[in-house]
C-alpha cells in the first residue's frame, strides 16, 4: 500500500512570538520549531498500517522552506522510507487551500492509496488541509478519526470518527482514502537508532513549489496583531479571613446585591 504522511513544522508553545515588521504573520526569528503533534499520530498510524499489511511504502511530505527538513527528518525516522520538500518560503503564511493545491498537484499523480494528516496545525488550528487536499483530489476524506482499519482485500477502511460531547460515528470508504487523525489514537513510538541514523544520511529532495503551477487562495490576511489588555488582574493577599471580607466587600461595590 502507498502511504503519504502530510507533516508541518510548527513553533515550540514555550516560544515568545512578536508580530513581523509587515505585521502579518509572527517573527520566525528566534524561535525553535517541532513537528506537529497531531501529524506524529498520523505518522505512527501510518507505519502500524505498513506493519499489519507487512509491506508498503510510506513517503512523508511537508511544505515550507529549507528549515522544516529538521523536521521532516523527524518525522521520517519514526519510520517513513521516503520524505519530499515542497519548497515554499512563503508557506508559514499561506491559507489552507493554497498550501492544499500545493500537495494536490505534487500528489496527484503518485496515486496515493491512503493519505494521511493530522487533524489540525498546533499553531493554527483551523482543521483544513486534509479536508481541502481531499477535495482537490477527489478522495473521500473522514475526518477526527481515533480508530480505523483496512478490509483484507484493502478495497475498503473503516473508520471511527469522534464527534462533539463524546458522541463516535462510524464511516466506511472506498480506498484510496484521506483520513484526519486525532491525538489519543496512538502514543507515537521513539525512533530507532538506526532509522536515526538512516534518515540523517538522506538527502530530501526540494520541489519549488513554482514548478506544481498556480495554486488557489481563498483567503487574505490583512493584519496580526497582540489583543490589547482590556481587563486587569487585582491579587488579594494576606490570611484567608482577610481576604475573604475584601474580595467580598469588592463583590459588594459592583453588583450591588449583597
Known amino acids: 500500500m502507498r502511504i503519504l504522511v502530510c507533516v508541518k513544522a510548527v513553533p515550540e508553545t514555550e516560544s515568545s512570538f512578536r508580530v513581523n ?20 499520530c498520523a505518522m505512527e498510524e501510518a507505519v502500524r498500517v505498513k506493519e499489519k499489511l507487512g509491506a508498503g511504502k510510506i513517503t512523508v511530505v511537508s511544505v515550507g522552506p529549507k528549515r522544516v ?3 521532516l527528518k523527524k518525522a521520517m525516522s519514526l519510520g517513513g522510507g521516503y520524505g519530499v520538500r515542497i519548497d515554499d518560503s ?5 491559507d489552507a487551500l493554497s498550501v492544499a ?8 499523480p503518485q496515486k496515493f492509496e491512503l493519505i494521511l494528516c493530522g487533524v489540525m496545525s498546533e499553531d493554527l488550528q483551523r482543521c483544513q488541509v486534509g479536508p ?8 473521500p476524506c473522514a475526518t477526527t ?32 482514502a484521506l483520513l484526519t487523525i486525532q491525538t489519543g489514537i496512538n502514543i507515537p513510538r521513539y525512533a530507532s537508532l538506526s532509522n536515526v541514523l538512516r534518515v540523517k544520511k538522506m538527502e530530501i529532495p526540494a520541489l519549488p513549489a513554482a514548478e506544481l503551477g498556480p ?14 489588555r482590556s481587563k486587569k488582574c487585582e491579587f488579594l493577599e494576606g490570611d484567608a479571613a482577610s481576604v475573604a471580607d475584601r474580595l467580598l466587600e469588592k463583590i459588594r461595590s459592583r453588583v450591588k446585591v449583597l
Request: aromatic share 10%; net charge negative; glycine share 4%.
Open 69 to 71: 527538513e529538521e523536521q
Open 215 to 228: 495554486t488557489r487562495s481563498c483567503e487574505t490576511l490583512l493584519r496580526a496583531y497582540v489583543p490589547e
Open 21 to 40: 515588521a509587515s505585521g502579518d504573520f509572527y517573527e520566525e526569528a528566534g524561535l525553535k520549531f517541532r513537528v506537529n503533534e497531531y501529524d506524529l
Open 145 to 176: 478519526v481515533v480508530s480505523f482499519q483496512i478490509s483484507e482485500d484493502r478495497g475498503k477502511i473503516f473508520c471511527e470518527r469522534e464527534l462533539e460531547q463524546g458522541a463516535r460515528e462510524k464511516v466506511e470508504l472506498p480506498v484510496p
Open 101 to 108: 493545491s500545493l500537495l494536490a498537484a505534487w500528489a496527484a
Open 90 to 94: 512563503a508557506a508559514p503564511a499561506r
Open 132 to 139: 481541502m487536499l481531499a477535495s482537490l483530489l477527489n478522495y
